[in-house]
């Protein structure tokens, strides 16, 4: 299968030299949603940061689709990657359609501006947002200005989309609807996620971490098992059996907390 994303031994330190991420190395196939989960502190947003290139690894390589990271223009970059993160803060007196409209400016000499126009709202609609296109973001919900994130990166055209947990802050509901539409998007996805139990439903993919590496990497039924969470997270991973489905579930048990 072909991969989409190469990562050979890839480090990176902090400026006092600390490990922030420590050999990571997996091959992703294209057209696959990768979750990456560990514990706070794990380096997974470090991992998510320089997998799509906003932060500078002094180890290893990062390649896309053969190409080294390093020997990538920022134009070349922005045609094969955009990214999600929590720091979005656009100007909410943006409307929604020109918010997203921005995400067009690295493809805009690939196309006529009907074409655009068209794509446009195809993306709205997509992530069904066409009925908010007027809406000044600062008027939107949670959920849905970071719908609106998701579709100004769509109007990049990226190859990759790097998400930095989509669904914080969100309710349940929500964080279904936003991982719905996540892994309905036709593109490969890299995204930190903290909900392990939601894992199985929305992503073919998983890297857990813990402590700056990798404790394992493959595909969701391969990775994660109770054995790989108990490692990774000191907890115990259940498989419970419901109307024909396993539901994955968390056994979170009150420890004593010593007084002082």
Known sequence: MTSVLS??????????????????SFDLPKGA???????NGAGKTT??????????????????DGKSLRDMSMQQRARKIAVVSQQSAPDARLTLRDYVAMGQMPVWADASAKEHS????????????????????????????????????????????FLDEPTNHLDPDAKGRMLSLVASLGVSVIMVVHDLVMIPEFASHVALMKNTRL????????????????TTFGVDYLLLSHEGREIPALDIRKTEVPHT
């Open 7 to 24: 990562v050979q031994n890839v480090g990176v330190r902090a400026s006092n030299g600390s490990p922030m991420v420590q050999d990571v």
């Open 33 to 39: 949603t990768l979750a990456i989960a560990g514990p």
């Open 47 to 64: 991992l998510l940061t320089v997998l799509a290139g906003l932060q500078e690894f002094a180890q290893g390589d990062v390649l896309f």
């Open 118 to 161: 068209v794509a446009l709202q195809s993306i709205l609609q997509l992530t069904a947002l066409s009925e908010l296109a007027d809406r000044p973001l600062g008027q939107l919900s949670g959920g849905e200005r970071q719908r609106a994130h998701i579709a100004r990166a769509l109007a990049q055209k990226p190859e990759v989309l």
């Open 215 to 230: 404790t394992g990497f493959g595909t969701v039924k391969d990775v994660l098992t109770p054995e790989t969470v108990r």
